[in-house]
């Protein structure tokens, strides 16, 4: 009996116990479809994270008070960073062209009998041009609103729709903590960055935040949550680091361990790279075991099938099946079950990206080698765990089983 023969075999047996065969590939339906799914989503977050750090702009630099290690140690972040070190290294680092430092605080924001917990971000006038931010309404705040102590606010995109509605804000009074604020003007809408939602945020002078909102919390100055400074251009970047990190060693006479950390674009990247990557390969693995559950789920189904099946093992034996026939039809049968389940669960996997895709803001992908991967994976699952039923069904004694029957 040739190849073409068993297949033709395997599949009216497998047709004529339509339920059996849909639950034993079940397994297999499942864990491709969690695989491909799993490592689209994971490719997606990968793809939304370096999306919205490349917004910040490709020369950003970001100095970070408190060392790595303290960071990685403590919620409380220590306050060893003020404006005094962004104005230095405005006027003294060569490789940047801009500075903008940023003291975050959450408030309650009152507009008429509307009120809010928000995000009051204190910056300099530069924020905009280093931060790559656009203005849809109005005007930023100016050096002079900031050396005055101007009380005038900049609004996020959807902190304007929440507050005001339909009503132009421009011109309009807020209240943070009992001091009023003029609207002046509403950024674009952006999103994200840093875990920090501009959309949703008010912006103010700093020098006003740190007198009217937040008060002086450092005896060395107005404290700073960071400095982001932009450099010249990607080039002056490993210029721009080495200069400023001497700069606020020499600030901070530091002779041991710095107390703040800076860190590029590229350096976020990288550690974003690493802990995706891993994520996406974690969630995999868990994916993956469903598979293995999958083709134990074969193995015992064909077991059963065996045990069922063994008058006609019996019989085929007696007409002159050898030992290779018996063996190859149920290696066939189990290997058309997986392989079955593999194509299914692929088109249930992609269908499940493409719905996180229109319905999340994750540009989860479709990855060919995850495809190719879950489906040869499938495949070999069930040649793997139809081989102990398909020799126990070959090594039937052919007297035996039709006594049996």
Same mark, same amino acid.
């Given at each position: 009996?040739?190849?073409?023969?068993?297949?033709?075999?395997?599949?009216?047996?497998?047709? #004529?116990?339509?339920?059996?065969?849909?639950?034993?590939?079940?397994?297999?339906?499942?864990?491709?479809? #969690?695989?491909?799914?799993?490592?689209?989503?994971?490719?997606?977050?990968?793809?939304?994270?370096?999306?919205?750090?490349?917004?910040? @702009?490709?020369?950003?630099?970001?100095?970070?008070?408190?060392?790595?290690?303290?960071?990685?140690?403590?919620?409380?972040?220590?306050?060893?960073?003020?404006?005094?070190?962004?104005?230095?290294?405005?006027?003294?680092? =060569?490789?940047?062209?801009?500075?903008?430092?940023?003291?975050?605080?959450?408030?309650?924001?009152?507009?008429?009998?509307?009120?809010?917990?928000?995000? !009051? &971000?204190?910056?300099?006038?530069? *924020?905009?041009?280093?931060?790559?931010?656009?203005?849809?309404?109005?005007?930023?705040?100016?050096?002079?609103?900031?050396?005055?102590?101007?009380?005038?606010?900049?609004?996020?995109?959807?902190?304007?729709?929440?507050?005001?509605?339909?009503?132009?804000?421009?011109?309009?009074?807020?209240?943070?903590?009992?001091?009023?604020?003029?609207?002046?003007?509403?950024?674009?809408?952006?999103?994200?960055?840093?875990?920090?939602?501009?959309?949703?945020?008010?912006?103010?002078?700093?020098?006003?935040?740190?007198?009217?909102?937040?008060?002086?919390?450092?005896?060395?100055?107005?404290?700073?949550?960071?400095?982001?400074?932009?450099?010249?251009?990607?080039?002056?970047?490993?210029?721009?680091?080495?200069?400023?990190?001497?700069? &606020?060693?020499?600030?901070?006479? !530091?002779?041991?361990?710095?107390?703040?950390?800076?860190?590029?674009?590229?350096?976020?990247?990288?550690?974003?790279?690493?802990?995706?990557?891993?994520?996406?390969?974690?969630?995999?693995? &868990?994916?993956?075991? #469903?598979? *293995?559950?999958?083709?134990?789920?074969?193995?015992?189904?064909?077991?059963?099938?065996?045990?069922?099946?063994?008058?006609?093992?019996?019989?085929?034996?007696?007409? @002159?099946?050898?030992?290779?026939?018996?063996?190859?039809?149920?290696?066939?049968?189990?290997? !058309?079950?997986?392989?079955? @389940? @593999?194509?299914?669960?692929?088109?249930?996997?992609?269908?499940?990206?493409?719905?996180?895709?229109?319905?999340? =803001?994750?540009?989860?992908?479709?990855? =060919?080698?995850?495809?190719?991967?879950?489906?040869?994976?499938?495949?070999?699952?069930?040649?793997?765990?139809?081989?102990?039923?398909?020799?126990?069904?070959?090594?039937?004694?052919?007297?035996?089983?039709?006594? #049996?029957?």
């Amino acid at each position: 009996m040739n190849i073409l023969e068993s297949v033709k075999m395997a599949g009216k047996t497998l047709l #004529s116990n339509k339920l059996r065969s849909g639950l034993t590939m079940l397994g297999i339906v499942i864990g491709n479809a #969690s695989v491909i799914t799993m490592i689209g989503i994971g490719e997606g977050g990968q793809k939304f994270v370096t999306k919205q750090l490349e917004s910040l @702009g490709p020369n950003v630099l970001f100095v970070v008070p408190g060392s790595q290690d303290t960071q990685r140690a403590t919620f409380d972040v220590p306050k060893t960073l003020v404006l005094e070190d962004a104005e230095a290294i405005a006027s003294q680092v =060569p490789t940047i062209v801009g500075v903008a430092p940023e003291q975050n605080s959450n408030q309650i924001v009152n507009y008429r009998n509307k009120n809010t917990n928000i995000n !009051i &971000i204190g910056t300099s006038a530069s *924020f905009p041009v280093v931060r790559d931010f656009k203005i849809a309404k109005g005007r930023f705040f100016t050096d002079i609103d900031n050396k005055r102590n101007n009380q005038v606010a900049v609004l996020g995109h959807d902190l304007v729709e929440r507050l005001f509605g339909s009503v132009n804000p421009i011109g309009q009074q807020l209240r943070i903590k009992n001091a009023s604020f003029q609207v002046i003007g509403v950024l674009e809408a952006k999103g994200s960055n840093l875990g920090v939602n501009y959309d949703e945020a008010v912006l103010v002078p700093i020098t006003t935040a740190a007198n009217r909102i937040v008060g002086r919390t450092s005896p060395y100055g107005i404290h700073l949550t960071y400095i982001v400074a932009a450099a010249k251009n990607a080039t002056s970047m490993d210029a721009a680091k080495f200069q400023i990190t001497n700069l &606020i060693r020499l600030r901070h006479k !530091i002779i041991n361990e710095d107390d703040f950390s800076v860190e590029s674009q590229k350096d976020a990247l990288q550690t974003v790279d690493q802990i995706t990557g891993a994520l996406t390969i974690m969630l995999a693995a &868990i994916a993956g075991i #469903s598979l *293995f559950v999958g083709g134990i789920g074969i193995m015992n189904i064909m077991l059963v099938s065996v045990t069922e099946r063994t008058q006609e093992i019996g019989l085929r034996k007696a007409l @002159g099946a050898t030992q290779q026939n018996i063996l190859l039809q149920f290696m066939i049968e189990a290997v !058309i079950v997986s392989a079955t @389940g @593999g194509f299914i669960g692929t088109a249930i996997g992609v269908t499940g990206i493409l719905l996180v895709r229109a319905l999340t =803001p994750l540009e989860a992908g479709i990855s =060919p080698v995850a495809i190719v991967t879950a489906l040869g994976v499938s495949g070999s699952i069930g040649l793997f765990f139809g081989v102990v039923p398909a020799r126990r069904a070959a090594k039937l004694d052919p007297i035996v089983a039709l006594r #049996s029957a």
